[in-house]
């Protein structure tokens, strides 16, 4: 969907010879209607043919903001580009038809002839074949005040290079024909040749008159000459002849001056009997009707013939239609009955009886409503959209005349007579008569039971869906509404969480949202969805299943050896508090060194990160873990972080050993080797740098139950054999901070899908054991102390005034030297601390020399020889990624 903007460049045609042609972006002949860009060139421009090269600027129109599915995408951006369109013309004939005057009939007269007859056909000659045109042909009499007569180029009759069309001219005029250049087309479409050339012919007259002389009404006495213009004649009832007065010749002695004289002819002639038919008289009928034989007329007229005067004694009697004599004033001679014609508009309408209605087609087709019967109609066409209140209708004005009756009938706005089309609406239910217009039920809409325009439509969309607006009656068309995701409301009760929906752009229905809780907060499940149980349109959604944050316990503070404490209250859970005492004889130390009795503590989140429900004692002073604290005087704490984890994994054995040799012959050998391949993958996964003794325990799960059903075995299995097990393991890490680092290693799918490959890939290169199907999970932490003597290492946690934190919780952040990025990578950390045998670095690539095989030859020799040559084991390089 496209629109201009203010700024709007030229649109241009570019011609092989380089002449441009321009139209203004902000001309009427530029438009665009929703995605289309239309623009109207001058007639012919690229008439002469060729290749033209159209040119539309980029900034002649941009985007419409739009909203889809919930989100306002677009607006006002222009298109990237300037559009660029090649295109081959064939150039357009030169030859028009022209109208060929010498083979017109009636001839074309210089001077008039007055010999063609009034009513007849013309015969217009063209160059070349054409067809009717838009235009018309116009006869234009030259008498002042006579009307002209119009014919449509497409209601005359064409036949090759001749066009004819039917006629009913005055009588003893002059035309001069006009044919205008579109009027006719040749078969190609082009217009006529535009030719200054008249073609002028006249009508043959009714009554001819003949001169006969110049001498009559000659006065010697005045010198007036017998020739005079324009004098007036009369008869009497005794056939006596009267001229009077008249206009004297130019070339007279009056010199055109205006006559009173009267001159008499006495005929004596006998006067014969005059009859004639009395005045007008009404017709039958009001208005037309139509007759039995389907004609519509005014009924009928009745005439009577009467004597109106008597004849002479010896003039001629009037004779009645019976063949009597008759001659007395006022005698009936006959009676005659005359149809009345139905009269006709012969205008038009529109002005000057009264403006056309607005919102018509167009303001042209009326103009062929002419000649149309009283009491007849012709409909009034509207744009699109528009419905006419009804047609234009004929009127009987009088005897002889009709016109349309005014005022003239309308265009509205169309109602619309068919429902709604639905099946554009996404997600639409049902339909609400309570809001729609009239309580109308929407699908029962029809040309019977039409809605009128501006009505409303009131729909309904499904479960979580809300309608963002109404179908609305515009013209004839309805508007259609669209559904949109409802939103879910937040619980309040999550006050130490909450949903991330960022993923779906919102807490909008269906949408699936991760619970997030604060530190030290247990989450009630992993995610929950914008959704609805209700089957009723429109039903709010809610989060389902519901979700909360509960929070953490620290339990009862379990390290009371020389130790007493007191709990603020009965929680123990986030937030709670409670004062420990050393016991007289033991001092304050470990992570409270420094610090006097009484020491307050906190349950408080082991790391500030979402989601991490772990929770312990900590100091109120420092905000690091409690732990234990209270040592005998002279003596110190010492405290290590553990990890305890563990992997279900499936162990593909060679052929040389079985899972039996493997728990017992070779156990001890390959659970280093399971070390060695698990403290590699955790420091690449976590990039922390773990050396081998980091490792302080490692079990094999299926040894246990090996060694139990091993006394049912009757003998060692030679096939090659999939053993499926679990390997549990305990890590030693040196803070915090690196035990988070090494739970993500192992839950997050990209840092355990690290784990996975360098595990395998080293426990592999170790043992030759292939380990597949390796399943990761959630590592648990756990907290070694020891009381020993003071190494030195320990100082005060007592800070200076205002240096203070007391909310310094651990931080998540590794260690480690930052400037040194390849002694810090995960690829560099794993190798270095899973060769045991030997490391060797050769143009930047870090090898690592794995050479124990389980081979039952080797293992029943006992320890491998150090000074072996190794040119038979293999080297393997750990891939980076």
Not at 25 to 50: A, C, K, M, Y
Not at 596 to 612: D, F, S, W, Y
Not at 655 to 662: F, K, M, N, P
Request: charge should be negative; include cysteine.
């Amino acid at each position: 969907i496209i629109k201009t903007t203010d700024q709007k460049p030229p649109v241009q045609l570019e011609f092989p010879t380089g002449e441009v042609v321009e139209v203004p972006g902000e001309s009427q002949n530029v438009t665009i209607d929703r995605n289309i860009l239309t623009v109207v060139f001058p007639e012919h421009v690229i008439g002469r043919g060729g290749l033209v090269t159209l040119r539309v600027p980029r900034y002649i129109f941009v985007d419409v903001l739009r909203r889809t599915n919930n989100v306002v995408e677009g607006g006002g951006t222009p298109a990237p580009l300037e559009e660029e369109i090649t295109f081959m013309v064939q150039p357009e004939e030169t030859e028009r038809p022209r109208l060929n005057v010498s083979h017109c009939y009636p001839p074309m007269e210089e001077t008039p002839s007055y010999e063609f007859p009034a009513t007849g056909r013309i015969i217009l000659a063209f160059s070349e074949e054409v067809k009717g045109g838009p235009g018309d042909v116009t006869f234009y009499p030259r008498s002042v005040g006579s009307p002209k007569v119009t014919v449509h180029g497409r209601h005359a009759i064409t036949a090759g290079h001749f066009v004819m069309v039917d006629l009913m001219l005055l009588p003893g005029e002059v035309y001069n024909v006009s044919v205008d250049a579109d009027a006719f087309l040749d078969l190609d479409g082009y217009s006529m040749e535009s030719k200054d050339e008249s073609y002028v012919f006249s009508t043959m007259p009714e009554l001819r008159f003949r001169k006969l002389g110049l001498e009559h009404w000659k006065d010697p006495t005045l010198q007036v000459p017998g020739g005079r213009l324009a004098p007036s004649v009369t008869v009497d009832d005794v056939n006596r002849i009267f001229l009077l007065g008249g206009r004297s010749s130019p070339s007279s002695p009056l010199q055109g001056r205006a006559l009173n004289d009267v001159w008499l002819l006495d005929t004596y002639k006998e006067v014969n009997c005059a009859s004639a038919y009395e005045g007008e008289t009404p017709c039958s009928r009001p208005r037309c009707e139509a007759g039995p034989n389907g004609v519509f007329t005014l009924g009928s007229q009745s005439f009577v013939r009467h004597v109106w005067r008597p004849r002479s004694v010896l003039g001629a009697d009037c004779i009645t239609s019976t063949g009597q004599r008759r001659s007395e004033l006022g005698g009936v001679i006959s009676m005659k009955s005359l149809q009345c014609p139905c009269p006709t508009c012969t205008s038009h309408p529109g002005p000057p009886e009264a403006p056309l209605p607005s919102d018509m087609l167009n303001e042209f087709y009326v103009q062929d409503y002419i000649l149309v019967p009283s009491d007849d109609t012709r409909p009034l066409l509207c744009a699109a959209g528009m419905t006419p209140t009804g047609n234009f209708s004929c009127k009987l004005d009088n005897r002889y005349f009709a016109k349309f009756d005014t005022p003239y009938p309308s265009c509205e706005n169309s109602s619309c007579e068919a429902p709604p089309d639905v099946s554009g609406v996404a997600n639409f239910a049902a339909w609400d008569p309570m809001r729609s217009t009239d309580n109308i039920y929407c699908p029962n809409i029809s040309s019977s039971n039409p809605l009128v325009h501006g009505g409303l439509c009131a729909a309904l969309c499904l479960p979580g869906w809300k309608v963002d607006d109404l179908f609305r009656c515009q013209q004839g068309q309805f508007q259609a509404p669209s559904c949109w995701r409802q939103e879910c409301e937040l619980s309040s009760a999550l006050s130490n969480g909450r949903l991330d929906c960022q993923e779906y752009g919102g807490p909008f229905f269906g949408a699936t949202c991760k619970l997030l809780c604060r530190a030290g907060y247990v989450p009630s499940g992993l995610q929950s969805t914008c959704s609805t149980e209700s089957m009723m349109p429109e039903a709010a959604p809610t989060f389902l299943p519901p979700v909360s944050c509960t929070p953490g316990s620290c339990g009862n503070y379990q390290w009371l050896e020389g130790a007493s404490i007191s709990y603020s209250s009965d929680s123990r859970e986030i937030a709670a508090t409670a004062w420990l005492t050393c016991l007289p004889g033991y001092f304050p130390a470990g992570s409270a060194f420094g610090l006097e009795n009484p020491l307050q503590l906190r349950c408080g989140p082991v790391v500030q990160k979402e989601n991490e429900a772990e929770v312990e004692w900590k100091l109120t002073y420092t905000g690091a873990r409690a732990g234990l604290i209270c040592a005998p005087d002279g003596m110190a704490v010492y405290d290590t972080v553990a990890l305890l984890g563990s992997i279900q994994l499936t162990l593909n054995l060679p052929s040389t050993i079985t899972a039996d040799t493997l728990c017992t012959q070779f156990k001890e050998r390959f659970l280093s080797d399971l070390s060695l391949a698990l403290v590699m993958a955790l420091s690449s996964a976590g990039q922390v740098p773990l050396d081998a003794d980091a490792m302080m325990a490692v079990d094999l799960a299926a040894c246990g139950r090996r060694l139990a059903a091993l006394a049912l075995a009757e003998s060692p299995r030679q096939l090659q054999e999939a053993l499926a097990t679990s390997v549990n393991f305990t890590v030693k890490v040196a803070n915090d901070a690196e035990a988070l680092m090494l739970q993500f290693a192992v839950t997050d799918p990209d840092a355990s899908d690290v784990f996975k490959r360098v595990f395998a890939l080293a426990l592999v290169s170790s043992s030759g054991i292939e380990a597949t199907g390796i399943v990761t999970s959630r590592m648990t932490r756990d907290i070694l102390y020891l009381i020993g003597e003071p190494d030195g290492t320990q100082v005060s946690v007592v800070k200076p005034d205002g240096d203070n934190n007391t909310d310094n919780e651990t931080e998540t952040n590794g260690t480690g030297d930052e400037d040194d990025d390849f002694l810090s990578s995960p690829a560099f950390i794993g190798l270095v601390a899973g060769c045991s045998s030997c490391c060797c670095c050769c143009c930047c690539v870090v090898c690592c020399y794995l050479r124990r095989r389980y081979m039952v030859e080797i293992y029943i020799d006992g320890e491998e020889s150090e000074e072996e040559d190794f040119e038979d084991d293999k080297i393997v390089d750990i891939p980076d990624d």
